[in-house]
């Protein structure tokens, strides 16, 4: 089977038709007959509206795994994707955190795990993709076995569970001066957020907060700065903004945050202080250690004087959290709040995003955001039988098809993170990115939309029956 | 011996050489999962035990990042939730077989076996999440500073506490662990035959002196495996744990500050860890089999010592 060069009409039809063609084409019938029979009644599907029904005759299943970051995204994506089509067929989603997600796809054969999700992509370089693996990676893969797509925008939220009281201050409105409440939030910088987590500041009445908060009552209460226990792509934007902002770097002995977030362990930095490390986080006894996202908040929320980092989408989902989100010192010196509008003006002084250029931490711009990052879709470049999830197989596949149900899984699993990492303008039938807007996280800049969609366009087939197909679309 | 039993049993043949077969087939089975999975788990753990040597157990240098191992602040943060959970649950738990069998009304013995049987099976998952959501807040702003002042701010007692603390995890794990303690203790004690506690009774004994001095000690072998069950899933209880205790690998030394057990650590490490770690985790694990050994070991040591006493 050849592979086709996509028209620019439809490109559900276009995938349609590569499927078709390929069973046709074994079967000895001519391609450019069913091109020409299948494409115009499909054409009306429009663009990023792809129906899985070239599934219909084997319900291939996919599986995603890892950031629990995106996790809130994830499983409203799937649930749209699939009220739009029914016929696609999900495991659904497992929010086991960045590193495990990485872990999970690598080993997609064994785990299930069609696309992982990480806040942490792998990079550019097969010596970046070997830490990443920290050895764990299938010999023979470089970095070119995987693909990997930007499929969302978020912010991270610094929750804390205290009840500061906010003075009232004389302000004009109408001409006449009354005594009006301006600051609904503490304010806080990186600087400060990074000698609470190193145990420099241990009392919320301490200095450091009080001159960054003039006015506002603090009680005395012990600080108890909530971490993660897994291996979190959320912590590792995390550090990487205390870094940027503070910085600091690897290995000196006085500066504020010591640890640059490290790939090979998607950061664990607080676990204790290297050799030359003055400042262990480990020193700071009042640390607690959550796992997942969803275990940050939950301590957070009951666990008076906590602090911790969430994805904003957390915060919608716990409103008892809401009572708590930090206003962030960015690089334009204005304290912002973690609102879609502020993550958005962030990620837009960032360009030319890839796998090895994802950090859009601490970004210029008075509006913007500081703590923000992408979370990423990693697939294998090839779906074929000998790395796919194929356990799933239905029943009436044959061994000899099996590397073409791998093609079904793939092909569900590109249409589906297509969808997911693009803006729709039908509002009937609303993209994956307008699903993210109204799940607390912002919708990609469109260029970062357009790389994905060329991430995309690198994703194959199993070559076992000809010619390895794309998957994908060229819209 | 009488000699036709023998014959009986001695020509194997027909169906009776299959039968023997089986049964020697399905116990080498058995055999082999045992030993292939304690091989495989030290086998696993060797090159972490090599890289990192004795100080494996001596060391409280947990930080996989840096290569380093030393497990000592989970050792006895496993040890301390333990011996919480066991310093709660033996005394309370034979008290409560002791009252369900000797005590209630005869028409409620059933429905309140039948519910301890139903806590005992409850998953570990949900007592975590009470835990959790529920205890910590209490923890916090209650039973910690209570303690914390009672005892003077003593360095195991001192704040301050978030809540998350390795006595939180005692205190979960006894919960847990209780239901069993009390099951099978109730079955021990329920089992002791009714002529000894009638005979003790006839002889002018009260209630009292029935159950501490006939009924305790005959079941006593029961008891003692009742506890040993209840101690090895203390010990190695994860997920309940995992979720209240906050998670440190450093030596904290107060109860009421978070803390780390071998187990609660396992699947914390687990995701994305290197071969090296890797092997640092079923080193963990190697140590945790130890331990459930010891418990057996030392449960075993007081049967026989009681068995001997029974029989002087």
Same mark, same amino acid.
């Given at each position: ?475 | ?79 301390? /939730?333990?011996?919480?959970?066991? $310093?709660?649950?033996?005394?309370? @738990? =034979?008290?409560? *077989? !002791? +009252? ?109 002196? /029935?159950?501490?001095?006939?009924? $305790?000690?005959?079941?006593?072998? @029961? =008891?003692?495996? *009742? !506890? +040993? ?84």
């Amino acid at each position: 089977v050849q592979t086709i060069t996509p028209t620019n009409s439809s490109t559900e039809g276009d995938h349609v038709n590569r499927i078709h063609l390929r069973r046709i084409a074994a079967a000895g019938a001519a391609v450019g007959v069913s091109l020409a029979l299948a494409a115009p009644a499909l054409a009306a599907q429009g663009s990023h509206g792809y129906p899985g029904s070239d599934l219909q005759s084997q319900p291939a299943t996919a599986e995603g795994a890892g950031s629990t970051f995106a996790a809130p995204l994830e499983n409203a994506g799937i649930n749209e994707y699939q009220r739009l089509n029914p016929n696609a067929s999900f495991t659904g989603y497992l929010a086991v955190g960045s590193g495990a997600g990485e872990k999970d796809v690598v080993n997609g054969q064994t785990t299930g795990v069609d696309w992982g999700a990480t806040d942490v992509p792998f990079g550019a370089s097969s010596s970046d993709l070997a830490s990443a693996c920290a050895g764990t990676c299938p010999g023979g893969t470089t970095i070119g076995s995987f693909t990997q797509i930007p499929i969302g925008l978020g912010g991270e939220a610094i929750i804390y569970n205290i009840k500061p009281t906010f003075p009232k201050v004389r302000v004009k409105v109408h001409g006449v001066f009354v005594k009006k409440q301006v600051q609904f939030d503490l304010n806080l910088t990186g600087r400060v957020i990074a000698e609470i987590y190193n145990g420099t500041i241990q009392k919320w009445n301490n200095s450091k907060i009080k001159a960054l908060n003039p006015g506002v009552g603090l009680p005395s209460t012990t600080i108890f700065p909530v971490d993660r226990a897994d291996s979190s792509g959320t912590q590792y934007i995390m550090t990487n903004f205390l870094q940027v902002s503070t910085g600091s770097t690897v290995g000196c002995t006085s500066c504020v945050w010591p640890w640059a977030p490290s790939k090979s362990t998607i950061s664990s930095y607080d676990k204790t202080g290297g050799a030359g490390n003055t400042i262990g986080v480990a020193g700071n006894p009042n640390t607690v250690n959550s796992l997942h996202n969803g275990g940050v908040a939950a301590t957070v929320g009951s666990t008076h004087g906590a602090i911790g980092f969430v994805e904003d989408s957390y915060v919608l989902l716990n409103p008892k959290l809401k009572q708590g989100v930090a206003n962030i010192y960015n690089k334009a010196r204005k304290y912002v709040a973690p609102t879609a509008g502020a993550v958005a003006a962030d990620a837009a002084h960032f360009s030319g995003i890839s796998a090895a250029n994802f950090s859009i931490v601490f970004g210029a711009g008075s509006t913007s955001y500081p703590i923000a990052g992408y979370t990423w879709a990693i697939v294998w470049t090839n779906f074929t039988a000998s790395n796919a999830d194929i356990s799933s197989v239905p029943s009436g596949v044959t061994a000899g098809s099996v590397n073409q149900y791998a093609d079904e899984v793939g092909a569900l699993t590109v249409k589906y993170l297509d969808w997911l990492s693009h803006t729709s303008t039908s509002t009937s039938k609303p993209g994956g990115q307008n699903v993210a807007a109204a799940n607390g996280y912002v919708a990609m800049p469109t260029s970062v939309q357009s790389y994905a969609t060329s991430q995309l366009a690198k994703i194959t087939g199993s070559a076992a029956d000809g010619t390895p197909e794309l998957l994908s679309y060229n819209p | 011996m009488d000699p036709t039993r023998r014959k009986r049993r001695l020509p194997l043949v027909g169906s009776d050489g299959a039968y023997w077969a089986l049964l020697y087939g399905v116990g080498l089975i058995f055999l082999g999962i045992c030993g292939a999975f304690l091989y495989s788990t030290i086998d696993n753990s060797l090159s972490a035990w090599q890289h990192q040597g004795f100080s494996l157990i001596t060391s409280s240098n947990w930080n996989p990042d840096a290569s380093q191992y030393g497990a000592l602040a989970l050792i006895v943060g496993t040890l301390e /939730t333990s011996f919480i959970a066991l $310093l709660f649950a033996v005394p309370i @738990g =034979i008290l409560c *077989a !002791v +009252t369900m069998v000797h005590l209630v009304p005869r028409r409620l013995r059933t429905p309140l076996s039948s519910f301890v049987e139903l806590l005992a099976a409850i998953p570990s998952v949900v007592y975590g999440m009470v835990g959790a959501l529920v205890l910590v807040a209490w923890f916090q702003s209650t039973l910690s500073p209570w303690l914390e002042s009672v005892t003077h701010n003593f360095v195991l007692f001192s704040g301050p506490a978030s809540g998350n603390s390795t006595l939180l995890a005692g205190l979960v794990l006894f919960v847990m662990i209780l239901p069993t303690i009390a099951a099978f203790s109730r079955d021990a004690i329920a089992s002791v035959p009714h002529e000894q506690i009638e005979g003790a009774l006839s002889v002018g004994a009260t209630k009292w002196q /029935t159950i501490w001095r006939v009924a $305790l000690p005959s079941a006593r072998a @029961g =008891i003692t495996g *009742a !506890v +040993t069950l209840g101690a090895a899933r203390a010990v190695g209880e994860t997920i309940a744990v995992a979720m209240v205790i906050g998670n440190a690998t450093s030596l904290t030394g107060s109860i009421l500050k978070t803390g780390g057990t071998l187990a609660a650590t396992i699947p914390n490490v687990w995701d994305g860890a290197s071969p090296l770690t890797t092997s640092a985790l079923f080193a963990l694990g190697t140590i945790l089999i130890v331990f459930t050994a010891t418990i057996n070991a030392v449960g075993r040591q007081l049967l026989r010592r009681s068995q001997v006493g029974l029989a002087l």
